[in-house]
C-alpha cells in the first residue's frame, strides 16, 4: 500500500532538489552587484533540500515506510 504522506514529502523533495538546481544555475549569469543577494537564496533552496530530505528520513523511521513508492502503470 502506498503511503500518501510519503509520496507527497517526495513530491516536495523533488521540487526542492529542482529549485536548488535552478538557484546553482543562475548563479552563472547574475550580475556581480546581485551576486550576494542570489547565493543567499541559493543557500536557503540548499536548507529546504535538506530539511526535504531528513522529513523523508524521519517519516521513513517512525512509519516503517518503504523507499520505494508504488506507482501506477
Do not use: W
Not at 547574475?30 to 536548507?47: C, I, S
Amino acid at each position: 500500500m502506498e503511503c500518501k504522506e510519503l509520496l507527497r514529502l517526495m513530491n516536495q523533495y523533488h521540487a526542492s532538489v529542482r529549485a536548488y538546481g535552478k538557484s546553482v544555475a543562475r548563479l552563472l549569469d547574475v550580475p556581480e552587484v546581485e551576486f550576494d543577494q542570489a547565493y543567499n537564496l541559493t543557500e536557503q533552496t540548499l536548507r529546504a533540500y535538506r530539511a526535504s530530505r531528513m522529513a523523508i528520513d524521519n517519516h521513513r523511521k517512525q512509519h516503517g515506510c518503504s523507499a520505494r513508492l508504488a506507482t501506477s502503470a
